[in-house]
Every structure is written in C-alpha cells, then in structure tokens.
C-alpha cells in the first residue's frame, strides 16, 4: 500500500511498482463502482462538504467494498495487489487533520477491511511546500484545498504512524525525479 500526503507522487509510484511486480493496481477511495461514487463526492469541491465523522464513515463504505470486491477476491487467486492509499490515510487524515479520535478509528477500519490489513505501506514522504508547488497547475480537490495547518498535521500523522509500526511500513523520500523515487521504492520494498 502507498501513503503519503497530497501530491507525493503515490499514485505515479503506485503504478510503477505494480507493473515491476505484476501486481494488481487500486485505488482508495474508489476501486468500485460505488468507490468511484463515494471517491468523486468526497474529493469534488463542487459536492457539499461532510462533516467529518460522515467523511470518515464514506471512505470506509468505500474501504469495506474495496476489500470485499476487489483485495480479497484479487489476494485468494494469489495475486499481489499494490493500492494508492489505504488504512493509513483514514487515520491521516481524519485522525490527525481532522481531529477524531485515531483510537475509535483504528476499530472502525477494523470492522470496515474485515480486519485485512497490508503487509507492506510505503509511505511517500514530501514536505507540505513541495507538495503545494507540484499541484500548482491542476486544480485542487477538497483535501488538496486545505490550508498548510491541516496538510501538515496529516504529514505529521503518516510519520507517526510509521514510526510506531517500523515493521510494516517503509518511510521513502519522494523528492526527485519519478526515476529516482521508484528505485528509491523498490529499494524500500525489497
């Protein structure tokens, strides 16, 4: 699984280390049909914003689909699955930039995943003023509009997150050319 702030390249990275494996490539939130939906109403500035609990409780609707449409059937044939964003950015985002309790969320996501957690999360590592300068040119969707407070809380969560699991999760820098990250990757991922 890849993590990582806004504009990490996790997306990018996520497609070159699925195609060097042969693994299968998602995303969250989407991967579904009903992903897709949830993905475009809670990215899409023109929807109206949620409050925070019913944000957190669309990305995990679309986490339990996920899972069970696409994870789950994806590892029973025994094949590898590399998803941009999974559990990790739930308790980010909504845990540290949004406020709510990481604890409470941590069994929600639980529930939602059926417990199935990743083996491996590659979290992309790029300061909040890099990041703003790569996105300068697209527009921004409703978690790349948040102020540099909420982005860098979100930041600091991913590190403490990896910190507190050095087992599972890889800390990469993503600063540099997309060459220079994915060796950075594959290097990371063994």
């Not at 990018?12 to 939130?29: D, K, N, S, V, Y």
């Not at 999360?121 to 040119?137: F, I």
Request: net charge negative; with cysteine; glycine share 12%.
């Amino acid at each position: 699984m890849f993590e990582g702030g806004e504009a990490a390249g996790k997306s990018t990275q996520a497609r070159l280390l699925a195609e060097h494996l042969g693994a299968i490539l998602t995303r969250e939130p989407g991967g579904t049909a009903i992903g897709e939906a949830l993905r475009l109403q809670l990215l899409d500035p023109q929807f109206p914003r949620p409050v925070p609990r019913a944000e957190t409780l669309m990305m995990l609707a679309a986490r339990a689909q996920h899972v069970a449409e696409v994870i789950e059937p994806a590892l029973a044939r025994g094949r590898d699955v590399v998803c941009d964003r999974y559990s990790g950015s739930t308790l980010a985002y909504q845990g540290y930039g949004r406020g709510l309790d990481v604890a409470g969320l941590v069994a929600l996501d639980s529930w939602a995943s059926g417990g199935r957690e990743p083996d491996l999360v590659v979290l992309l590592d790029v300061p909040v003023e890099l990041a703003r300068a790569r996105r300068r040119e697209e527009p921004a969707d409703r978690f790349e509009g948040e102020g540099d407070e909420f982005l860098t809380r979100v930041l600091a969560g991913f590190r403490q997150l990896a910190a507190a699991d050095p087992l599972r999760w890889r800390m990469v820098d993503g600063a540099g050319t997309v060459q220079e990250v994915a060796l950075r990757v594959r290097e990371a991922v063994g």
